[in-house]
């Protein structure tokens, strides 16, 4: 089981409506590749909220969806630039309020910075981290401005097990804690011995360990959009971790499945059977 904290969300894109959120995107592509998984957050009762519950629930991973009868369910304005996002994040939505409530201990426990950024989440995600003592917790750091501080940035590097980052992230850490060895100094101070980072088109890095896996990546063309290109590489990643395939296989699954999400428009394909080739 994997169970995914945080947000979930509409993208308002200029010409529609997507629903999102890296904590939602992974737990979709985990469901439909046959995992069990699900998302622990919150929406509103209103219009976006229904849209998001009502989906929700048809892929099969709203188990652990609370509803706020007051505040709104979260939206994102995103512009694309010749298919990079920019992402317009709104203010005091549902999933900034996200409650305790006792559930089964998953095997893996998903999590980002980004709804830790906010003092309630961090107090459930406290108590999550408390409770789930044999889980394996997976942060992605996942950094969007002005939703982080170094206040959340330290909780979730102290709680990781594995941490996915990617190569903007990786720079931030190095001048933000003055690093020239990054890798090295999660090891040291955080003890973080499994580090997942991601390099657009350079490909992937996997530090397992002590030991360090490579990952290039094909070219893609046709590009649509990168959205949600990093939530479908952690998926996939961890879908071939779940089943103990060698690392480079996993890294390779992960780097051919981002390529093909990336020539569709959004973070979630509308044709399922894109998934056929990658269920293990």
């Known amino acids: 089981m994997v169970l995914s904290f945080g947000e979930v969300l509409m993208d308002c894109f200029p010409d529609k409506n997507v629903i999102g959120g890296a904590p939602f995107n992974v737990v979709v592509h985990l469901k439909r590749l046959g995992e069990q998984a699900a998302i622990l957050s919150k929406i509103g009762k209103d ?16 188990d652990f969806l609370q509803k706020d009868n007051q505040k709104k369910t979260g939206q994102v304005d995103v512009t694309l630039n010749n298919g990079q996002p920019s992402y317009n994040i709104h203010h005091g939505c549902s999933w900034e309020f996200i409650d305790f ?3 089964k201990s998953p095997n893996y426990f ?3 910075s980004l709804a830790l950024n906010f003092i309630q989440n961090q107090n459930s995600f406290k108590q ?3 409770q789930f003592k044999q889980s394996i917790f997976v942060c992605d750091l996942n950094l969007r401005t002005p939703f982080y501080s170094e206040e959340s940035i330290q909780l979730c590097l102290e709680s990781a097990d594995i941490l996915k980052i990617n190569d903007e992230e990786l720079d931030y850490l190095a001048e933000k804690y003055a690093q020239t060895d990054v890798i090295g100094w999660l090891l040291k101070i ?7 980072l991601t390099k657009g088109s350079e490909g992937a890095t996997l530090f397992w360990v002590g030991k360090v896996y490579e990952c290039k990546v094909k070219p893609v ?3 649509e959009d990168t959205v949600g290109a990093g939530d479908s590489f952690t998926a996939l990643f961890l879908h071939g971790l779940i089943h103990k395939l060698p690392f480079e ?3 390779e699954r992960a780097a051919d499945f981002a390529g093909i999400i990336c020539t569709l428009p959004g973070a979630i394909p509308v044709d399922k059977s894109i998934y056929n080739d990658f269920k293990i």
């Open 249 to 251: 296989e996993c890294l």
């Open 47 to 62: 219009k976006l909220g229904g849209e998001i519950g009502a989906l929700l629930e048809n892929e099969e991973i709203s």
């Open 190 to 196: 955080y003890g973080i011995n499994k580090v997942l």
């Open 128 to 130: 999550y981290r408390s």
């Open 110 to 112: 998903m999590f980002g």
């Open 221 to 223: 063309d046709n590009i």
């Open 101 to 103: 409530e006792l559930v």
